[in-house]
């Protein structure tokens, strides 16, 4: 029998996780703040929604009596997850995962105290005062990061005295009543990379190959499918997911964030659902894309393995300035160019540095990796939003 599904988040992850939850027979029902959402556009139902609103959210969850709730996006009344979970409904991957990951700061004690995984030496402040002291103490350059924000929103890279100002700005400016924000070791990298992790209601945690990626303004760029990493330090990583994912609880998709420096592996992240590096996948990576994995997981569908079928890599379409109904040029130029694929995501309106869609380029499992992901890039370039 079909089950319901109420996806909170209605963006491009959201679309392709409705998706391939209807690939497996089932209802989605999309909700999110703005019409016409990219999975808006091919759910079964929607609704307009604060998500952090709990009385709205409250009535919709009351008009569907969804079998499971999904949440795409961070910003989601945690204890509405809390208590449609008493409820009987599944919250994915479990309402715990959901609250702790939201906060950097619960997160990071979980990683580093609890679980003992490697993280960047880390203090907190909760005045301006405080992070000069912070920042003194972790040492030059370092990262501040704002404890309830995502896709970069209220990080800054700290390199000298005079920064230290405008990252406080940027970190408060997205804290709202939470006014601590995290003050971070910055590790010169070697690489960062992305393990999707999956963990299953029945059977053990399988792993997807590893996504490296770049990023700007603390928001993803380019990522491409597979990456460079050592054994011991593939080993070392996974181990580190496997830790977390269990801990936090539930079946689904994980993003696993690292750094990896020459010879060490540093935890950074985990977000309890579809990752934005991980839109790679759609690039025919894997036997199955990271959304069809989410849904698999959610609705314990077995997962036999997840093998590398081809090299792929990503880039971000990005626009420039504000506006409504977006006109993108240049799909007509880049349409027959081999081996390559532009998914479009169908948002109403645009501002600076808003993804709008995503460039695929993609080849054989062992072929050169850094010529893909010059195609994505070019592709990426060539169109664009109006």
């Known amino acids: 029998m079909p089950a319901k599904v109420l996806l909170l988040g209605a963006g491009e992850l959201g679309k392709e996780i409705t998706l391939a939850c209807q690939e497996l027979g089932h209802h989605v029902i999309a909700a999110d703040h703005y019409e016409d959402a990219p999975a808006m556009q091919v759910a ?43 409820k009987g ?22 990683a580093a105290k609890v679980l003992k995984l490697r993280t960047p030496n880390y203090l907190y402040a909760s005045t301006f005062d405080e992070l000069i002291i912070c920042v003194k103490r972790i040492g030059l350059p370092c990262m501040v990061k704002s404890l309830t924000s995502s896709s970069g929103k209220g990080q800054s890279l700290i390199k000298e005295s005079t920064d230290i100002e405008i990252a406080w700005e940027a970190a408060t400016a997205e804290s709202g009543t939470n006014q601590q924000i995290l003050v ?72 696993v964030e690292f750094f990896l420096t020459k010879d060490k592996v540093y935890f950074n992240e985990v977000s309890p659902r579809p990752h934005d590096t991980g839109l790679v996948t759609l690039a025919g990576t894997q036997n199955y894309n990271q959304f069809q994995l989410h849904a698999r997981a959610i609705f314990g569908e077995p997962i ?45 309106s645009t501002r600076p540095y808003r993804r709008m869609g995503v460039a695929l380029a993609y080849g054989d499992a062992d072929g050169d990796i850094d010529k893909i992901r010059q195609r994505a890039r070019d592709i990426a370039k060539a169109v664009k939003v109006k």
């Open 304 to 348: 036999e393995e997840i093998r590398l079928k081809q090299a792929g890599a990503s880039a971000v379409i990005l626009t420039e300035a504000s506006g409504t109904t977006p006109e993108y040029r240049g799909l007509k130029e880049v349409q027959d160019i081999p081996y390559s694929s532009v998914h479009i995501f169908g948002k109403p």
């Open 44 to 86: 079964d139902s929607w609704e307009l929604c604060d998500l952090q609103d709990g009385e709205a959210l409250t009535l919709i969850a009351n008009k569907y009596q969804p079998d499971i709730i999904v949440p795409e996006l961070e910003a989601v009344h945690q204890d509405c997850l809390k208590i449609f979970e008493k």
């Open 184 to 255: 971070e070791q910055y590790i010169p990298f070697e690489s960062e990379i992305t393990l999707l992790s999956v963990t299953q209601k029945a059977g053990p945690t399988l792993f997807c190959p590893i996504i490296g990626h770049r990023q700007l303004r603390g928001d993803y760029q380019e990522s491409w499918q597979p990456a460079a990493i050592k054994p011991e330090q593939l080993e070392e990583a996974r181990e580190m997911a496997q830790k977390i994912t269990w801990a936090l609880g539930g079946a689904g998709v994980w993003g």
């Open 89 to 110: 409904m599944q919250v994915v991957p479990s309402a715990k995962a959901c609250e702790q990951t939201t906060n950097r700061k619960a997160s990071r004690h979980l």
